[in-house]
């Protein structure tokens, strides 16, 4: 993590901000010209007339599924279970799809979709693509001990 540190802080100055909120602002004021952002934001911002480029990187890509899950305990499961179920039709499924613009890792009704590998590839990757893992109480410490230096 020293060297993750060290590479950080030396690219710093070239850096105008690390955070994830207000990035359609600052890439459209031109405050910033490149800009880590999710893909389904970049597809409806490009849909939107914004004009972006995706691009991903080589190397690959961290992925991950955003998931519907039930706590334990909580009041009502059976409407949970149900709602889920709901969501997972494939029309349902369809629609959420469209609306968020993020693939889905569930059946969707491919002649409905609004984004395809034409005119969405941001959506459809063609570099590989590592799922992301839990990292142990300490390395998330030591992460968070990184960006609290960085960001003194």
């Given at each position: 993590m020293?060297k993750?540190?060290?590479l950080l802080?030396a690219?710093?100055?070239?850096v105008?901000?690390y ?5 359609a602002?600052r890439?459209?004021s031109?405050e910033?010209?490149?800009?880590f952002w999710?893909?389904?934001?970049t ?8 004009n972006?480029e995706?691009v991903?990187p080589k190397?690959?890509l961290?992925g991950?599924?955003?998931s519907?899950i039930i ?6 499961r059976?409407?949970?279970?149900k709602?889920?179920e709901?969501?997972s039709?494939?029309e349902?499924a ?10 889905s890792?569930?059946?969707v ?7 395809t ?5 941001a959506?459809?990757p ?7 893992q839990?990292?142990?109480p300490?390395?998330q410490d030591l992460v968070t001990r ?6 003194q």
């Amino acid at each position: 993590m020293k060297k993750v540190l060290d590479l950080l802080e030396a690219q710093k100055p070239a850096v105008r901000t690390y955070s994830s909120d207000n990035i359609a602002s600052r890439l459209a004021s031109g405050e910033v010209f490149v800009h880590f952002w999710w893909d389904g934001e970049t597809v409806r911002a490009i849909e939107d007339g914004a004009n972006l480029e995706y691009v991903m990187p080589k190397e690959g890509l961290v992925g991950w599924i955003d998931s519907f899950i039930i706590p334990n305990g909580a009041p009502n499961r059976e409407n949970a279970i149900k709602f889920i179920e709901f969501m997972s039709e494939p029309e349902n499924a369809t629609i959420q799809t469209n609306y968020y613009a993020h693939p889905s890792p569930m059946k969707v009704i491919e002649e409905d979709l609004a984004f395809t590998p034409e005119n969405a590839p941001a959506l459809y990757p063609d570099v590989p693509i590592e799922m992301s893992q839990t990292c142990s109480p300490e390395a998330q410490d030591l992460v968070t001990r990184v960006w609290t230096q960085l960001l003194q």
